[in-house]
């Protein structure tokens, strides 16, 4: 079945630093991968997610890239804030069957940013 | 718009009794999905419900079980709990087809002694 790889399992950047979080996919049949925060004590929420037929996307501060070739995609976290502090957990589905539940989550990543 | 609702919010149970979970999803949302959530192994698909039927199922024991009603409410069952089941349970539901975004509720943490 799918695995899904989180890199690193734990991030400290000062303030106004980028973050970078990696994944890696093993089912190619995967074709959407969002990211989601979750900070302590509440729920995941989705921040950016990014589709197979798209290379790059971006939202203001934060922006995801793909490579499909080498099934792993990467979020960047630019001019962090202690507020971006948080676990974030990559995840990935091939949407069989219609289905729009089942995600494959990463491990996760807890970022800290430091004032 | 009301969010995704999980009752109980908290419950200690001892091994060997069963739990059942309850979630009401958003309004409109007809799919819901459930995730084990544990420090050591992250989240964790459970299974899924779509107008009432289950569309998928995650690698876990028989002793997990789900259901959905006529109007998406879903519920969760864990038998004969074991104290590895302890772990905070998550539900999430998403638009229809298409959109891919789960919303999550804030999940049932659930305590086996």
């Known amino acids: 079945g799918e695995n899904v790889e989180q890199h690193p399992s734990t991030l400290s950047v000062q303030e106004g630093d980028s973050a970078v979080i990696k994944c890696t996919y093993s089912?190619?049949?995967?074709?959407?991968f969002p990211w989601y925060k979750q900070e302590l004590g509440k729920r995941p929420q989705l921040i950016i997610d990014?589709?197979?037929?798209?290379g790059e996307k971006k939202d203001q501060r934060i922006a995801v890239t793909l490579n499909k070739t080498a099934k792993h995609f990467s979020l960047h976290i630019t001019e962090t804030q202690p507020e971006d502090s948080a676990v974030y957990f990559c995840a990935a589905s091939s949407g069989r069957g219609g289905s729009q539940g089942n995600l494959i989550f990463g491990k996760g990543t807890k970022l800290s940013v430091k004032p | 718009k009301a969010g995704v609702t999980q009752t109980p919010r908290y419950l200690i149970k001892t091994r060997g009794q069963q739990v059942t979970l309850s979630c009401s999803p958003i309004?409109?949302?007809?799919?819901v999905s459930w995730y084990q959530q544990t420090p050591g192994q992250g989240l964790q698909f459970l299974f899924e419900?779509?107008?009432?039927?289950?569309?998928n199922k995650g690698n876990f024991p028989g002793r997990f079980s789900g259901r959905q009603f006529s109007n998406s409410r879903s519920e969760m069952n864990v038998s004969t709990l074991e104290l590895g089941d302890s772990a905070l349970y998550l539900c999430a539901s998403s638009p229809p087809a298409g959109a891919g975004e789960l919303f999550f509720g804030e999940g049932s943490r659930l305590t086996v002694l």
């Open positions: 309004s409109g949302h007809r799919s």
């Open positions: 089912d190619s049949a995967s074709n959407y």
């Open positions: 419900y779509f107008s009432e039927t289950q569309r």
């Open positions: 990014i589709r197979s037929n798209v």
